[in-house]
Protein backbone atom coordinates (compact mmCIF):
# COMPACT_ATOMS: atom_id res chain seq x y z
CA UNK A 1 0.00 0.00 0.00
CA UNK A 2 1.26 3.38 -0.83
CA UNK A 3 2.18 5.79 1.79
CA UNK A 4 -0.36 8.12 2.06
CA UNK A 5 0.29 11.93 1.36
CA UNK A 6 1.20 14.11 4.24
CA UNK A 7 -1.31 16.82 3.90
CA UNK A 8 -3.65 14.34 4.20
CA UNK A 9 -2.22 12.30 6.57
CA UNK A 10 -1.88 15.67 9.10
CA UNK A 11 -5.47 16.61 7.87
CA UNK A 12 -6.85 13.35 9.59
CA UNK A 13 -4.22 13.76 11.99
CA UNK A 14 -6.12 16.89 13.41
CA UNK A 15 -9.65 15.83 12.37
CA UNK A 16 -9.13 12.43 14.22
CA UNK A 17 -9.82 13.50 18.22
CA UNK A 18 -7.70 11.36 21.03
CA UNK A 19 -10.89 9.88 22.08
CA UNK A 20 -10.97 8.22 18.65
CA UNK A 21 -7.28 7.06 18.50
CA UNK A 22 -6.82 5.00 21.52
CA UNK A 23 -9.63 2.67 20.42
CA UNK A 24 -8.31 2.43 16.78
CA UNK A 25 -4.96 1.51 18.36
CA UNK A 26 -6.59 -0.97 20.44
CA UNK A 27 -9.14 -2.79 18.24
CA UNK A 28 -7.21 -2.27 14.69
CA UNK A 29 -8.28 0.74 12.18
CA UNK A 30 -10.41 -2.09 9.59
CA UNK A 31 -12.62 -2.14 12.55
CA UNK A 32 -12.69 1.31 13.36
CA UNK A 33 -13.47 3.57 10.78
CA UNK A 34 -10.89 1.88 8.36
CA UNK A 35 -8.44 4.51 9.13
CA UNK A 36 -4.78 4.00 7.18
CA UNK A 37 -2.50 2.54 9.97
CA UNK A 38 -0.43 5.13 9.36
CA UNK A 39 -2.38 8.14 9.85
CA UNK A 40 -3.22 6.72 13.02
CA UNK A 41 0.16 6.58 14.11
CA UNK A 42 0.47 10.20 12.81
CA UNK A 43 -2.34 11.41 14.98
CA UNK A 44 -1.38 10.43 17.89
CA UNK A 45 1.71 12.01 16.77
CA UNK A 46 0.56 15.10 16.82
CA UNK A 47 -1.77 15.25 19.70
CA UNK A 48 1.15 13.81 21.71
CA UNK A 49 3.07 17.08 20.61
CA UNK A 50 -0.01 18.89 21.36
CA UNK A 51 -0.63 17.79 24.61
CA UNK A 52 3.23 18.44 25.21
CA UNK A 53 3.17 21.71 24.22
CA UNK A 54 0.10 23.28 24.54
CA UNK A 55 -0.74 23.18 28.46
CA UNK A 56 -2.06 26.21 29.41
CA UNK A 57 0.21 28.41 31.90
CA UNK A 58 -2.01 28.40 35.00
CA UNK A 59 -3.11 31.58 37.12
CA UNK A 60 -0.10 33.37 39.26
CA UNK A 61 -0.67 32.80 42.82
CA UNK A 62 -0.24 35.06 45.19
CA UNK A 63 3.12 33.94 47.49
CA UNK A 64 2.39 33.45 50.64
CA UNK A 65 2.67 36.04 53.56
CA UNK A 66 6.07 36.20 55.36
CA UNK A 67 6.33 33.78 58.37
CA UNK A 68 5.85 35.64 61.72
CA UNK A 69 9.09 36.13 63.85
CA UNK A 70 9.91 33.67 67.13
CA UNK A 71 11.53 35.89 69.58
CA UNK A 72 12.83 33.08 71.65
CA UNK A 73 16.06 32.34 72.11
CA UNK A 74 17.81 30.13 69.87
CA UNK A 75 19.20 26.29 71.10
CA UNK A 76 22.46 25.65 72.03
CA UNK A 77 24.75 23.71 69.23
CA UNK A 78 24.44 20.60 71.15
CA UNK A 79 20.65 20.73 72.24
CA UNK A 80 20.39 21.57 68.41
CA UNK A 81 21.87 18.40 67.79
CA UNK A 82 20.35 16.27 70.46
CA UNK A 83 16.86 17.10 69.04
CA UNK A 84 17.91 16.23 65.57
CA UNK A 85 18.58 12.43 66.44
CA UNK A 86 15.83 12.67 68.62
CA UNK A 87 13.21 13.41 65.78
CA UNK A 88 15.05 10.75 63.70
CA UNK A 89 14.87 7.80 65.98
CA UNK A 90 11.06 8.45 66.47
CA UNK A 91 10.28 6.21 63.88
CA UNK A 92 13.26 3.67 63.93
CA UNK A 93 12.00 -0.12 63.90
CA UNK A 94 11.77 -2.36 66.95
CA UNK A 95 14.74 -4.75 67.13
CA UNK A 96 13.94 -8.08 65.94
CA UNK A 97 12.48 -10.39 67.93
CA UNK A 98 11.04 -8.15 70.04
CA UNK A 99 13.86 -6.98 72.33
CA UNK A 100 15.00 -3.85 72.90
CA UNK A 101 18.36 -4.41 73.56
CA UNK A 102 20.72 -2.29 75.57
CA UNK A 103 19.89 0.87 73.67
CA UNK A 104 17.70 4.02 75.19
CA UNK A 105 14.77 4.07 73.33
CA UNK A 106 14.80 8.14 72.22
CA UNK A 107 11.54 8.24 70.95
CA UNK A 108 9.90 7.77 74.32
CA UNK A 109 12.83 11.19 75.46
CA UNK A 110 11.21 12.91 72.77
CA UNK A 111 8.08 14.57 74.40
CA UNK A 112 10.79 15.03 78.02
CA UNK A 113 13.47 16.42 75.89
CA UNK A 114 10.25 19.11 74.24
CA UNK A 115 8.76 20.14 77.84
CA UNK A 116 12.27 20.85 79.35
CA UNK A 117 12.85 22.91 76.04
CA UNK A 118 9.99 25.24 76.85
CA UNK A 119 10.68 25.22 80.03
CA UNK A 120 13.84 27.07 79.26
CA UNK A 121 12.42 29.17 76.67
CA UNK A 122 13.73 28.20 73.56
CA UNK A 123 12.15 28.35 69.83
CA UNK A 124 12.42 25.31 67.25
CA UNK A 125 15.30 25.73 64.79
CA UNK A 126 13.78 26.55 61.07
CA UNK A 127 15.10 24.13 59.91
CA UNK A 128 13.65 21.12 62.30
CA UNK A 129 10.25 22.32 61.95
CA UNK A 130 8.97 19.90 59.53
CA UNK A 131 9.92 17.25 61.00
CA UNK A 132 8.77 18.01 64.60
CA UNK A 133 5.55 18.68 62.73
CA UNK A 134 5.62 15.14 61.16
CA UNK A 135 5.98 13.55 64.77
CA UNK A 136 3.16 15.88 66.08
CA UNK A 137 1.52 14.46 63.11
CA UNK A 138 2.40 10.81 64.27
CA UNK A 139 1.61 10.81 67.45
CA UNK A 140 -1.57 12.46 69.42
CA UNK A 141 0.09 12.66 72.54
CA UNK A 142 3.55 15.27 71.38
CA UNK A 143 1.28 17.36 69.70
CA UNK A 144 0.64 20.43 72.46
CA UNK A 145 4.36 20.21 73.88
CA UNK A 146 5.34 19.83 69.52
CA UNK A 147 3.34 22.74 68.45
CA UNK A 148 4.63 24.81 71.59
CA UNK A 149 7.78 24.61 70.76
CA UNK A 150 7.29 25.27 66.56
CA UNK A 151 5.19 28.37 67.66
CA UNK A 152 3.89 31.02 65.31
CA UNK A 153 6.65 29.56 62.49
CA UNK A 154 5.37 26.19 62.50
CA UNK A 155 1.96 27.06 62.88
CA UNK A 156 2.75 29.43 59.74
CA UNK A 157 4.55 26.46 58.20
CA UNK A 158 0.92 23.93 59.10
CA UNK A 159 -1.18 25.66 56.39
CA UNK A 160 1.27 25.83 53.46
CA UNK A 161 0.93 21.82 53.80
CA UNK A 162 -2.48 19.96 54.06
CA UNK A 163 -1.02 16.91 56.24
CA UNK A 164 0.08 19.62 58.45
CA UNK A 165 -3.83 21.04 59.10
CA UNK A 166 -4.20 18.99 62.51
CA UNK A 167 -1.99 21.79 64.04
CA UNK A 168 -4.52 24.88 63.21
CA UNK A 169 -7.17 22.97 65.09
CA UNK A 170 -6.59 23.51 68.11
CA UNK A 171 -4.27 26.55 67.46
CA UNK A 172 -7.22 29.80 66.79
CA UNK A 173 -6.92 28.20 63.00
CA UNK A 174 -3.52 29.17 62.81
CA UNK A 175 -3.80 32.72 63.10
CA UNK A 176 -2.38 35.10 66.30
CA UNK A 177 -5.36 35.83 68.63
CA UNK A 178 -5.54 39.69 69.83
CA UNK A 179 -4.56 40.89 72.77
CA UNK A 180 -7.07 39.72 75.88
CA UNK A 181 -7.12 43.78 77.29
CA UNK A 182 -8.25 44.66 73.47
CA UNK A 183 -11.98 44.77 73.90
CA UNK A 184 -12.66 45.42 70.40
CA UNK A 185 -10.55 42.78 68.45
CA UNK A 186 -12.06 40.27 71.09
CA UNK A 187 -15.04 41.19 70.46
CA UNK A 188 -14.63 41.50 66.81
CA UNK A 189 -12.91 38.02 66.80
CA UNK A 190 -15.49 36.23 68.99
CA UNK A 191 -18.25 37.48 66.55
CA UNK A 192 -16.52 36.69 63.16
CA UNK A 193 -14.07 34.05 63.61
CA UNK A 194 -14.14 30.10 63.27
CA UNK A 195 -14.83 27.79 66.19
CA UNK A 196 -11.16 27.02 66.65
CA UNK A 197 -10.18 30.68 66.85
CA UNK A 198 -13.38 31.12 69.04
CA UNK A 199 -12.47 28.03 71.64
CA UNK A 200 -8.73 29.50 71.73
CA UNK A 201 -9.99 32.79 71.73
CA UNK A 202 -12.58 31.88 75.16
CA UNK A 203 -9.54 29.60 76.58
CA UNK A 204 -7.18 32.95 76.05
CA UNK A 205 -9.45 35.13 77.83
CA UNK A 206 -10.32 33.20 80.72
CA UNK A 207 -6.71 32.40 82.03
CA UNK A 208 -6.25 36.03 82.43
CA UNK A 209 -9.90 37.36 83.12
CA UNK A 210 -12.41 34.60 84.19
CA UNK A 211 -15.30 36.86 84.29
CA UNK A 212 -14.93 38.58 80.87
CA UNK A 213 -14.52 35.01 79.21
CA UNK A 214 -17.87 34.46 81.22
CA UNK A 215 -19.65 37.60 79.87
CA UNK A 216 -18.16 36.99 76.55
CA UNK A 217 -19.75 33.63 76.76
CA UNK A 218 -23.07 34.68 78.01
CA UNK A 219 -23.60 37.09 74.99
CA UNK A 220 -23.76 34.66 72.52
CA UNK A 221 -25.25 31.68 74.64
CA UNK A 222 -28.93 31.64 73.34
CA UNK A 223 -27.90 31.60 69.25
CA UNK A 224 -24.57 28.41 69.81
CA UNK A 225 -25.24 25.35 68.78
CA UNK A 226 -25.64 22.50 71.54
CA UNK A 227 -22.18 21.17 70.37
CA UNK A 228 -20.08 24.57 70.88
CA UNK A 229 -22.48 25.12 73.60
CA UNK A 230 -21.08 22.20 74.93
CA UNK A 231 -17.29 22.86 74.58
CA UNK A 232 -17.59 26.64 75.54
CA UNK A 233 -18.84 25.25 78.69
CA UNK A 234 -16.39 23.05 79.58
CA UNK A 235 -14.17 26.26 79.42
CA UNK A 236 -15.11 27.07 82.53
CA UNK A 237 -13.47 24.50 84.38
CA UNK A 238 -10.44 26.34 84.42
CA UNK A 239 -10.70 29.52 87.30
CA UNK A 240 -14.38 27.59 88.08
CA UNK A 241 -15.37 30.07 91.16
CA UNK A 242 -18.76 30.67 92.98
CA UNK A 243 -18.66 33.77 90.59
CA UNK A 244 -20.18 31.35 87.46
CA UNK A 245 -22.64 29.92 89.76
CA UNK A 246 -25.51 32.18 88.63
CA UNK A 247 -24.62 31.82 84.50
CA UNK A 248 -24.22 27.81 85.53
CA UNK A 249 -27.36 27.52 87.68
CA UNK A 250 -29.28 29.04 83.85
CA UNK A 251 -27.27 26.35 81.60
CA UNK A 252 -29.17 23.82 84.01
CA UNK A 253 -32.25 24.70 81.84
CA UNK A 254 -30.46 24.32 78.47
CA UNK A 255 -32.41 22.18 76.03
CA UNK A 256 -29.34 19.86 75.45
CA UNK A 257 -28.95 17.14 78.11
CA UNK A 258 -25.17 17.10 77.70
CA UNK A 259 -24.92 20.37 78.33
CA UNK A 260 -27.24 20.19 81.03
CA UNK A 261 -25.24 17.81 83.02
CA UNK A 262 -21.99 19.51 82.27
CA UNK A 263 -23.48 22.61 84.30
CA UNK A 264 -24.50 20.11 87.26
CA UNK A 265 -20.83 18.57 87.30
CA UNK A 266 -19.75 22.08 87.80
CA UNK A 267 -21.96 23.70 90.04
CA UNK A 268 -21.65 20.34 92.20
CA UNK A 269 -17.60 20.82 92.38
CA UNK A 270 -18.38 24.30 94.33
CA UNK A 271 -19.13 23.05 97.66
CA UNK A 272 -21.18 26.67 98.31
CA UNK A 273 -23.32 26.18 95.08
CA UNK A 274 -27.40 26.05 95.61
CA UNK A 275 -26.53 22.77 93.53
CA UNK A 276 -24.54 21.36 96.13
CA UNK A 277 -26.54 22.35 99.26
CA UNK A 278 -29.72 20.71 97.50
CA UNK A 279 -27.44 17.69 96.72
CA UNK A 280 -26.61 17.62 100.24
CA UNK A 281 -30.01 18.13 101.34
CA UNK A 282 -31.28 14.78 99.38
CA UNK A 283 -28.15 12.73 100.52
CA UNK A 284 -28.32 13.41 103.66
CA UNK A 285 -31.96 11.92 103.70
CA UNK A 286 -30.61 8.80 102.48
CA UNK A 287 -27.05 8.38 104.86
CA UNK A 288 -27.95 8.55 108.78
CA UNK A 289 -25.93 7.13 111.65
CA UNK A 290 -27.41 3.89 113.33
CA UNK A 291 -28.10 5.37 116.93
CA UNK A 292 -28.36 2.09 118.49
CA UNK A 293 -24.13 2.87 119.49
CA UNK A 294 -22.63 5.25 121.03
CA UNK A 295 -19.69 7.09 118.85
CA UNK A 296 -16.85 4.77 119.96
CA UNK A 297 -18.78 1.64 120.28
CA UNK A 298 -18.65 -1.35 118.02
CA UNK A 299 -22.10 -0.94 116.62
CA UNK A 300 -22.14 2.16 115.33
CA UNK A 301 -22.72 2.04 111.49
CA UNK A 302 -23.78 3.89 108.17
CA UNK A 303 -27.67 2.93 107.60
CA UNK A 304 -28.92 3.82 103.67
CA UNK A 305 -32.20 4.35 102.61
CA UNK A 306 -31.54 5.03 98.65
CA UNK A 307 -34.02 7.00 96.95
CA UNK A 308 -37.28 5.84 95.28
CA UNK A 309 -37.70 8.14 92.60
CA UNK A 310 -35.56 10.37 90.44
CA UNK A 311 -38.06 13.67 90.27
CA UNK A 312 -38.05 16.50 87.48
CA UNK A 313 -36.26 18.44 90.20
CA UNK A 314 -33.36 16.10 90.77
CA UNK A 315 -33.03 15.90 86.99
CA UNK A 316 -32.72 19.19 86.61
CA UNK A 317 -29.82 19.31 88.60
CA UNK A 318 -28.53 16.79 86.52
CA UNK A 319 -29.44 13.59 87.86
CA UNK A 320 -29.53 10.82 84.87
CA UNK A 321 -33.15 8.78 85.86
CA UNK A 322 -31.66 5.73 83.34
CA UNK A 323 -28.89 3.59 84.52
CA UNK A 324 -26.38 2.34 82.09
CA UNK A 325 -27.13 -1.72 81.51
CA UNK A 326 -26.67 -3.99 84.88
CA UNK A 327 -27.07 -1.56 87.48
CA UNK A 328 -30.05 -0.84 89.93
CA UNK A 329 -31.84 2.53 90.00
CA UNK A 330 -31.84 3.59 93.22
CA UNK A 331 -28.42 2.38 93.75
CA UNK A 332 -27.67 4.17 90.65
CA UNK A 333 -29.56 7.41 91.85
CA UNK A 334 -27.98 7.13 95.61
CA UNK A 335 -24.35 7.35 93.48
CA UNK A 336 -24.99 10.37 91.81
CA UNK A 337 -25.97 11.96 94.46
CA UNK A 338 -23.50 11.60 96.78
CA UNK A 339 -20.98 12.41 94.60
CA UNK A 340 -22.81 15.70 94.00
CA UNK A 341 -23.09 16.53 97.36
CA UNK A 342 -19.77 18.61 99.07
CA UNK A 343 -17.98 16.33 101.65
CA UNK A 344 -18.05 19.07 103.87
CA UNK A 345 -21.78 18.09 104.84
CA UNK A 346 -20.69 14.47 106.36
CA UNK A 347 -18.76 15.57 109.39
CA UNK A 348 -21.28 17.58 110.68
CA UNK A 349 -24.15 14.97 109.64
CA UNK A 350 -22.25 12.12 111.29
CA UNK A 351 -21.83 12.92 114.84
CA UNK A 352 -18.46 15.12 114.04
CA UNK A 353 -16.44 12.62 112.57
CA UNK A 354 -13.40 13.27 110.41
CA UNK A 355 -13.24 11.90 107.19
CA UNK A 356 -10.69 9.64 108.21
CA UNK A 357 -13.37 8.14 110.81
CA UNK A 358 -16.41 8.25 108.83
CA UNK A 359 -15.18 5.57 105.81
CA UNK A 360 -13.54 3.53 108.53
CA UNK A 361 -17.56 3.23 109.59
CA UNK A 362 -19.28 -0.34 108.39
CA UNK A 363 -22.42 0.54 106.33
CA UNK A 364 -25.38 -1.53 106.30
CA UNK A 365 -26.92 -4.04 104.09
CA UNK A 366 -23.66 -4.13 101.69
CA UNK A 367 -23.99 -0.41 100.40
CA UNK A 368 -20.82 0.24 101.00
CA UNK A 369 -19.33 -0.48 97.71
CA UNK A 370 -21.72 1.91 96.21
CA UNK A 371 -20.98 4.66 98.96
CA UNK A 372 -17.55 4.63 98.94
CA UNK A 373 -17.24 4.63 95.24
CA UNK A 374 -19.58 7.84 95.15
CA UNK A 375 -17.63 9.33 97.88
CA UNK A 376 -14.31 8.40 95.81
CA UNK A 377 -16.23 10.71 92.78
CA UNK A 378 -16.91 13.40 95.43
CA UNK A 379 -13.46 13.68 96.00
CA UNK A 380 -12.06 13.56 93.12
CA UNK A 381 -14.32 16.93 92.01
CA UNK A 382 -13.52 18.83 94.95
CA UNK A 383 -10.15 18.42 94.80
CA UNK A 384 -10.46 16.69 99.15
CA UNK A 385 -7.14 15.08 99.97
CA UNK A 386 -8.72 14.91 103.60
CA UNK A 387 -11.44 12.55 102.07
CA UNK A 388 -8.73 11.12 99.42
CA UNK A 389 -6.29 10.19 102.03
CA UNK A 390 -9.34 8.15 104.28
CA UNK A 391 -10.00 6.73 101.15
CA UNK A 392 -6.64 5.35 99.76
CA UNK A 393 -6.51 3.88 103.04
CA UNK A 394 -10.02 2.43 103.17
CA UNK A 395 -9.80 -1.48 102.06
CA UNK A 396 -12.98 -0.76 99.76
CA UNK A 397 -11.14 1.57 97.10
CA UNK A 398 -9.49 -1.72 95.59
CA UNK A 399 -9.59 -0.22 92.20
CA UNK A 400 -6.96 0.98 90.87
CA UNK A 401 -8.36 3.49 88.53
CA UNK A 402 -9.64 5.42 91.53
CA UNK A 403 -6.80 4.78 93.25
CA UNK A 404 -4.89 6.79 90.43
CA UNK A 405 -7.80 10.05 90.65
CA UNK A 406 -7.47 10.44 94.02
CA UNK A 407 -3.55 10.27 94.36
CA UNK A 408 -4.11 13.39 91.99
CA UNK A 409 -5.96 15.61 94.70
CA UNK A 410 -2.57 15.28 96.99
CA UNK A 411 0.98 17.12 97.04
CA UNK A 412 3.58 16.03 94.99
CA UNK A 413 5.49 14.83 97.74
CA UNK A 414 2.82 13.01 99.76
CA UNK A 415 1.59 11.38 96.62
CA UNK A 416 5.46 9.88 95.89
CA UNK A 417 5.60 8.66 99.52
CA UNK A 418 2.00 6.52 99.39
CA UNK A 419 2.90 5.20 96.29
CA UNK A 420 6.65 4.65 97.57
CA UNK A 421 4.61 2.75 100.46
CA UNK A 422 2.57 0.59 98.46
CA UNK A 423 5.10 -0.31 95.68
CA UNK A 424 7.38 -1.31 99.11
CA UNK A 425 4.17 -3.72 100.56
CA UNK A 426 3.03 -5.06 97.35
CA UNK A 427 5.79 -5.15 94.46
CA UNK A 428 5.51 -3.40 91.33
CA UNK A 429 1.96 -5.98 89.88
CA UNK A 430 -0.60 -3.46 90.09
CA UNK A 431 2.04 -0.29 90.61
CA UNK A 432 2.10 1.29 86.76
CA UNK A 433 -0.91 3.32 86.92
CA UNK A 434 -0.16 3.98 90.35
CA UNK A 435 3.01 5.31 88.88
CA UNK A 436 1.55 7.17 86.01
CA UNK A 437 0.88 9.86 88.38
CA UNK A 438 3.74 10.90 90.23
CA UNK A 439 6.32 13.97 89.50
CA UNK A 440 9.12 13.68 87.09
CA UNK A 441 11.19 13.02 87.97
CA UNK A 442 10.48 10.33 91.00
CA UNK A 443 11.60 11.65 94.27
CA UNK A 444 14.34 9.78 95.75
CA UNK A 445 12.04 7.45 98.54
CA UNK A 446 10.15 6.45 95.42
CA UNK A 447 12.55 5.91 92.94
CA UNK A 448 14.64 3.30 95.57
CA UNK A 449 11.41 1.59 96.27
CA UNK A 450 11.04 1.18 92.36
CA UNK A 451 14.83 -0.02 91.91
CA UNK A 452 14.41 -2.22 94.81
CA UNK A 453 11.37 -4.11 93.48
CA UNK A 454 12.94 -4.89 90.25
CA UNK A 455 16.05 -6.40 92.22
CA UNK A 456 13.17 -8.59 93.81
CA UNK A 457 12.14 -9.40 90.76
CA UNK A 458 15.06 -10.42 89.39
CA UNK A 459 16.26 -12.22 92.41
CA UNK A 460 12.97 -14.43 92.03
CA UNK A 461 14.29 -15.58 88.69
CA UNK A 462 11.28 -14.39 86.15
CA UNK A 463 11.72 -12.86 83.04
CA UNK A 464 11.72 -8.99 82.95
CA UNK A 465 8.89 -8.67 80.37
CA UNK A 466 6.44 -9.32 82.64
CA UNK A 467 7.68 -5.56 84.49
CA UNK A 468 8.29 -3.73 80.64
CA UNK A 469 5.97 -1.27 81.65
CA UNK A 470 7.50 -0.06 84.90
CA UNK A 471 10.38 -0.59 83.48
CA UNK A 472 9.53 1.80 80.72
CA UNK A 473 8.54 4.04 83.43
CA UNK A 474 11.79 3.93 85.05
CA UNK A 475 13.90 4.55 81.96
CA UNK A 476 11.40 8.24 81.66
CA UNK A 477 10.69 8.81 85.30
CA UNK A 478 14.07 8.19 88.04
CA UNK A 479 16.42 10.80 88.55
CA UNK A 480 19.55 10.50 86.29
CA UNK A 481 21.59 11.16 89.79
CA UNK A 482 20.50 7.24 90.57
CA UNK A 483 22.25 6.12 87.20
CA UNK A 484 25.98 5.34 89.09
CA UNK A 485 23.80 3.04 91.67
CA UNK A 486 22.43 1.21 89.76
CA UNK A 487 25.56 0.42 87.92
CA UNK A 488 25.83 -2.98 90.24
CA UNK A 489 22.87 -4.35 88.49
CA UNK A 490 24.14 -4.41 85.03
CA UNK A 491 26.33 -7.21 86.28
CA UNK A 492 25.38 -10.94 85.14
CA UNK A 493 23.86 -12.39 87.80
CA UNK A 494 24.19 -16.25 88.95
CA UNK A 495 21.18 -17.78 88.19
CA UNK A 496 19.26 -20.44 90.70
CA UNK A 497 18.39 -23.45 89.55
CA UNK A 498 14.42 -22.35 89.41
CA UNK A 499 14.78 -19.57 87.42
CA UNK A 500 13.43 -18.96 83.64
CA UNK A 501 16.14 -19.87 81.31
CA UNK A 502 18.57 -17.11 80.39
CA UNK A 503 16.46 -14.54 82.70
CA UNK A 504 19.37 -13.25 84.34
CA UNK A 505 20.70 -11.88 80.85
CA UNK A 506 17.84 -10.25 80.03
CA UNK A 507 17.52 -8.97 83.38
CA UNK A 508 21.24 -7.37 82.72
CA UNK A 509 20.44 -6.02 79.63
CA UNK A 510 17.52 -4.29 80.64
CA UNK A 511 19.39 -2.94 83.79
CA UNK A 512 22.47 -1.89 80.93
CA UNK A 513 19.56 -0.02 79.20
CA UNK A 514 18.28 1.96 81.79
CA UNK A 515 21.61 3.65 83.09
CA UNK A 516 22.05 4.39 79.60
CA UNK A 517 18.38 6.20 79.03
CA UNK A 518 19.29 7.93 82.65
CA UNK A 519 22.77 9.26 81.79
CA UNK A 520 21.41 9.78 77.93
CA UNK A 521 18.35 11.99 80.06
CA UNK A 522 21.48 13.79 82.01
CA UNK A 523 22.83 14.79 78.97
CA UNK A 524 20.08 16.24 77.73
CA UNK A 525 19.67 18.65 80.73
CA UNK A 526 22.41 19.58 80.34
CA UNK A 527 22.74 20.67 77.05
CA UNK A 528 19.23 22.84 77.07
CA UNK A 529 21.15 24.22 80.39
CA UNK A 530 24.29 25.23 78.34
CA UNK A 531 24.44 29.14 77.73
Avoid at 363 to 386: F, K, S, T, Y
Wanted: hydrophobic share 45%.
Amino acid sequence: MDRMDPANTAHTAGAMPWEDLVPAALLGTDRRGGAAPEAVLDAAAVHTVRRRAGLRAGAVAEPPEAAPPDERARLPEPARRRLGQLLAGRAAPAPAGGRRGAAPDVAELLPQWLAAAGRHGYKAPASALPALLDAARARTDLRPLALAFAGPRGLWLARQNPEWRFALRGAAGGAALPPTDDTEQVRRLWDEGLFAERVALLAAVRAEAPGAARELLASTWATERAEDRLMFLDSLRAGLSDADEDFLETALTDRSRNVRATAAGLLSALPASALAARMADRAASCIALDRTGDRTGDRSALVVEAPHECDAAMQRDGMVPTPPPGRGERSWWLGQLVESAPLSCWPARLGGRSPAEIVALPVADDWQPELHAAWCRAAVRQGDAAWSRALLGSPSTSSLAERAKLLATLEEDERADWVAGFVSAHGLSEAFQLLGVCAVPWAGPLGRAVVDALDIARDAGSYPWSFSGVMGLAERCLDPAAAPQLEALTTLATESEDASPGAAGYWSEAFQRLVSTLRLRAAMHAELAAP
